[in-house]
């Protein structure tokens, strides 16, 4: 019985581990039983840093500017420890048990926006024995580390081969967008040469640029990001941004680094450009229309010569239509 348990637990503890999102667990007295490597990378803080130990209650802020729909008194008390039946000052209260955006204070000083879950567990009498947190960022800034994980546990990019599994990130992604509010954007990357190389060049040629185009791209993307191919020549990106602004320089970066790709074929070097497409979701959008503003953005951006990002917002006619579908 004791052998099995352990297995258990292991196969528990090697799943938890795999998760992109941080993880961590918590008892009762907000001391830290598990915690992921994902939450390691993100925070920079290592479990061995925390198993056993109470978790600091400055280890994040909440973003009153982003919840002021909430008492701000309340959260600015706020903290990530465990509240029992009578919450003392600093603990988190029900209202608190939704998604909030807060500021995580990474090991190294600075501090990163993050969307945190918090779970209460309880026993099948339900009395709380102890709390489930789940973590991700929503926007990373410069330091933070960016693409393919190293062997050492940093983040890896999501990539989705199939459009069938990248239609199903969408719609996991418009949901929390509408539910919960997280930020939502797209963007739609052709490569500019792909129809002219798979002509001259046929299939082959074509697969592996594009191939080499999706590990350059992987690199300079958010640890949240979500790359899928979308039809024969292009690129879907779930992104996360909280402005347009933010949106449209990530996709400069993106764009700028999509050029930098070494692709050779037969041992010649073929340059690379993108257009990508940028659309951010709005109050009024449904998935159908913010889909059709990004592909329509980077239509514009082939017709006017093409390696350039462009940005649309609803303001059409037809988009205004679009979105009251």
């Known amino acids: 019985m004791a052998e099995g348990t352990a297995i258990l637990a292991d196969v528990l503890g090697a799943a938890l581990n795999e998760l992109e999102e941080g993880i961590a667990v918590l008892d009762a007295e907000s001391r830290v039983l598990w915690w992921n490597r994902s939450a390691e990378s993100i925070t920079g803080y290592l479990s061995a840093d925390l198993l056993g130990r109470t978790l600091p209650s400055d280890a994040y802020e909440i973003d009153v500017h982003h919840h002021s729909a909430l008492n701000h008194a309340t959260l600015n008390q706020a903290t990530l420890s465990v509240a029992e039946a009578q919450p003392q000052p600093g603990q988190l209260t029900a209202v608190q048990e939704r998604p909030l955006l807060v500021h995580l204070h990474h090991r190294q000083g600075h501090s990163l926006p993050a969307m945190l879950r918090r779970k ?5 009498l339900g009395k709380r024995f102890g709390t489930l947190l789940r973590f991700h960022p929503v ?34 992604a418009w949901r929390e967008w509408s539910t919960n509010g997280v930020p939502f ?37 958010r640890p949240t990001e979500i790359l899928g191919r979308w039809g024969a020549n292009e690129f879907l990106v779930v ?12 996709a400069h970066r993106i764009g700028s680094l999509a050029r930098s790709a070494d692709f050779r ?7 690379l450009t993108v257009s990508i497409g940028v659309a951010q979701a709005e109050e009024t959008d449904t998935l159908r229309c913010l889909l059709k503003r990004a ?6 951006g082939i017709h006017a010569g093409g390696n350039r990002v462009t940005f649309r917002k609803i303001m059409s006619a037809e988009d205004q239509k679009c979105s009251q579908l």
């Open 265 to 271: 074929w037969w041992g010649d070097r073929v340059s």
């Open 239 to 250: 992104c996360h941004e909280r402005t347009r602004e933010m949106l449209d320089s990530h």
């Open 139 to 172: 926007e990373e800034i410069d330091t933070l580390p960016h693409g393919v994980a190293d062997e050492d546990g940093g983040h890896e990019n999501r990539v989705e081969q199939s459009q069938a599994d990248m239609e199903d990130r969408l719609d996991e």
């Open 185 to 221: 954007g797209l963007m739609w990357i052709t490569i500019d040469q792909a129809a002219l190389l798979r002509k001259t060049h046929g299939r082959d040629a074509s697969e592996a640029m594009l191939g080499i185009v999706e590990r350059t791209l992987l690199h300079g993307l």
């Open 120 to 124: 209460p567990l309880r026993d099948e």
């Open 295 to 300: 592909q329509r953005a980077m239509e514009e």
